[in-house]
């Protein structure tokens, strides 16, 4: 994909978020020569209550960014938008920065009006009010969403400037809601039933086909995120969470499931969200979000400004289970060490890993990689593309590679 | 290492016997909660068409019909011929997906004809979804397959007739996931 086709707004911020401390410390401050160099006590009263808080405008420059990704195909309703993952901290993204893609813009709904409708190859054909799913025994985990098209510019050479836009369809927060055994074994499933129809009550009606198993196992029909009602570009007031499945599935503003016995064949599985090969063929049904890692600081955009002590962070996860490994090279990949992995790490869902690193002003190459609980190692992008090609578009989970230049300049490479 | 596996094989069993029956092994109809759905709810909703051709309805389209459908609200989105331009390409790149510039289109990518049914009467047009009729589904579905070569220029598309319909991609998708594949 051409660099060309990357229509996303600089933010001069990015650079500066990084130094931000060795800014204010050096010069942030003007001083007389015999005054302490430390802000005034305050002498008026600060701001009223509000009945719903948002961000210091100190941090006005943390925000999701829009970018149309097939050149001018997209449209603000259908177009991606990316967590600034540069700017976050532990593993919880918070609601107003969790990444969206739409299909027919975000819907306003009201819970009351909503409905569920579960139909097909069940003994009991039910339809469900938001009060009647929240009487079902409630739920809580943390899991991870990540868009299967995360990274889709970065097969053939590296483009996306900043982690936000190479990785950044990529989001978590702690759920609520109903498992979805719990309202399946409640109705009954009948014999031969092994596929289930998700649809949403967007404009586009978006659809998926998600295995009956896969409902069964750990699936939820989710109403929160992070302890509020899910946002409106969440699914609001209701959406499917197919914990470690591509994003795409979890179906948001969820209105129906049909359980039969074939897949159904949606333009989404079928013309989108398949992995075209080398030689023609495709792959379908390629659910599960490999293990993948990621450091976002430093990362793309940042310049480092002085020597010396440096932690390297970045985030960890896998759509298989739980991480158990991370390793960070500052020598493109000729030798690994292992980073500590911040507590709690549970399955499915962001880990945040930390290392100690001193820069001495010299080049480096940065990278990561981890290893899941069934043994899985995040492989090089060489390694993927001489399996899959340089056509397949999603699940491309390859070590990410940052540069740094003599300068402390970062910058997307592949190496 | 026997004894703690012992131990633990025994307080999963009575964590079974004491929990599961109860609170969480839901027996069908334990909640009650819902109303069963009437036929004319699902009837509403239940609308998804199979490549078996399973829910397409009644009506038919024809090519000729199709192209004046496509011209009033499919042309300014997808180009005159279907050659895309601002949205996407609907014709051609037949013999491209092997090359270094795949083109995918209806008629080179698509493994099913009824999905174009089902897609187009779910969601399109982009700005106004559901507006079409039925007929008027199946005439610009018919007219799409024809400018890919699929359909001749007398085709008349009907429950029948589009589940009839083999894309020339169809058999080659492969529906089980390999992976892990690397390394």
């Given amino acids: 994909m051409d660099s060309n086709k990357f229509s996303v707004k600089r933010r001069g911020f990015i650079g500066g ?236 503003w969820l209105r129906r499931l049909k359980v039969g016995r074939e897949p159904f064949y949606t333009r989404e599985e079928t013309s989108k969200y398949t992995d075209l090969l080398a030689n023609g063929d495709a792959r379908m049904f390629t659910f599960v979000m490999e293990a993948k890692s990621v450091i976002t600081q430093p990362s793309g955009g940042m310049q480092i400004l002085q020597k010396g002590e440096r932690p390297i962070t970045g985030l960890a996860w896998s759509g298989r289970g739980t991480i158990r490994r991370v390793e960070v090279s500052t020598d493109a990949g000729k030798t690994w060490s292992p980073a500590r992995l911040v507590e709690p790490v549970q399955t499915k869902a962001l880990a945040r890993f930390v290392f100690p690193w001193k820069w001495n002003g010299e080049e480096a190459v940065l990278q990561s990689r981890c290893y899941d609980d069934t043994g899985y190692v995040q492989p090089t992008l060489a390694e993927l593309v001489k399996v899959r090609g340089l056509n397949s578009v999603y699940h491309l989970n390859a070590i990410q590679s940052w540069h740094i230049a003599a300068d402390g300049t970062v910058t997307n490479v592949h190496a | 290492m026997f004894m703690r596996n012992l131990l633990k094989a025994v307080v999963a069993l009575s964590l079974c016997a004491s929990f599961v029956p109860g609170a969480l092994a839901a027996k069908t109809g334990e909640y009650g909660l819902g109303q069963p759905a009437t036929q004319a709810e699902i009837n509403a909703w239940n609308d998804d068409v199979s490549p078996a051709g399973d829910n397409l309805p009644a009506g038919s389209g024809s090519v000729a019909q199709g192209q004046r459908v496509y011209a009033e609200k499919c042309a300014a989105c997808h180009g005159a011929q279907g050659q895309g331009g601002p949205m996407d390409k609907l014709v051609g790149g037949q013999g491209t997906l092997d090359t270094k510039a795949p083109v995918k289109t209806v008629g080179s990518y698509w493994p099913y004809a009824t999905t174009v049914f089902d897609y187009v009467r779910r969601a399109m047009p982009f700005n106004a979804p559901g507006t079409l009729s039925d007929d008027q589904v199946y005439a610009v579905t018919a007219y799409l397959l024809y400018m890919n070569g699929i359909v001749q220029s007398n085709a008349v598309m009907n429950a029948k007739t589009l589940a009839a319909v083999k894309m020339p991609n169809r058999d080659n998708f492969l529906k089980k996931d390999p992976r892990p594949d690397a390394p």
Avoid at chain 1, 122 to 133: A, K, Q, S
Avoid at chain 1, 217 to 231: H, P, S, V
Wanted: a negative charge.
């Fill in chain 1, 17 to 252: 978020a990084f130094l931000a401390g060795s800014a204010l410390a050096s010069g942030g401050l003007s001083r007389a020569a015999d005054a302490p160099a430390l802000p005034p006590r305050p002498t008026e009263q600060g701001a009223k209550l509000r009945p719903y808080g948002s961000p210091s405008p100190f941090e006005k420059g943390v925000v999701r960014v829009p970018v149309k990704l097939n050149a001018d195909t997209d449209t603000e309703l259908t177009s991606w938008n990316f967590t600034p993952l540069q700017d976050l901290q532990g593993t919880i993204t918070p609601n107003g920065l969790f990444f969206e893609r739409n299909h027919g813009g975000v819907p306003n709904i009201d819970p009351a009006e909503h409905r569920l409708l579960v139909h097909g190859m069940v003994d009991n054909e039910r339809v469900f009010t938001m009060d009647d799913l929240k009487r079902y025994p409630p739920v809580t985990a943390v899991h991870f969403i990540e868009c299967s098209g995360n990274g889709l510019t970065e097969w053939a050479k590296p483009t996306g400037k900043t982690v936000q836009i190479t990785h950044g369809l990529l989001s978590c927060a702690e759920w609520t809601g109903v498992k979805v055994s719990s309202l399946l074994n409640d109705l009954g499933v009948k014999p031969g039933a092994a596929w289930v129809l998700a649809e949403g009550a967007d404009a586009a009606l978006m659809d998926r086909s998600i295995p009956l198993q896969k409902l069964m196992d750990d699936a939820i029909l989710a109403y929160a995120q992070n302890g509020e009602a899910l946002r409106p570009e969440q699914g609001y007031p209701l959406r499917l969470l197919l914990p470690g499945f591509e994003g795409n599935m979890n179906v948001k």
